[in-house]
């Protein structure tokens, strides 16, 4: 079983950047991805990032040239750094685990706590 542990989150200024983590234990299986996901308050949970094994690495418009996902294999973690905040950035940060079905992310290792993001002006 896999077990995600999100940190780094906080209550920063617009233009500001955040580094969040995500601490993988466990047993991994049939996940050869990792992506992140936000959740904005009172909206659904969007992909925000993913990144292969291989390093390729894709990010949702809205991120695109602001935010950068990356991994440590060593240490089973992996980051999202975010620059240039936006008030809309203001969401609920999770990763997870998966797999990539053609250039669909299918995640399949459940969510953690998450990490709360808040952008103020």
């Known amino acids: 079983q896999v077990r995600l542990m999100e940190s780094g989150g906080g209550l920063v200024q617009a233009g500001e950047s955040l580094t969040l983590s995500c601490g993988v234990s466990?047993?991994?299986?049939?996940?050869?991805?990792a992506g992140w996901y936000r959740q904005p308050p009172g909206k659904q949970r969007e992909l925000v990032a993913t990144?292969?094994?291989?390093?390729?690495?894709n990010y949702a418009d809205s991120v695109k040239g602001r935010f950068s996902i990356s991994r440590d294999s060593a240490e089973n973690t992996v980051y999202l750094q975010m620059n240039s905040l936006q008030l809309e950035d203001t969401a609920a940060y999770y990763c997870?685990?998966?797999?990539?079905?053609?250039?669909?992310?299918?995640?399949?290792?459940?969510w953690g706590q998450g990490t709360q993001v808040t952008v103020s002006s």
């Open positions: 997870t685990l998966g797999t990539f079905s053609g250039d669909k992310y299918h995640p399949n290792s459940g």
């Open positions: 466990g047993t991994i299986t049939a996940a050869n991805a």
């Open positions: 990144i292969t094994l291989t390093g390729r690495t």
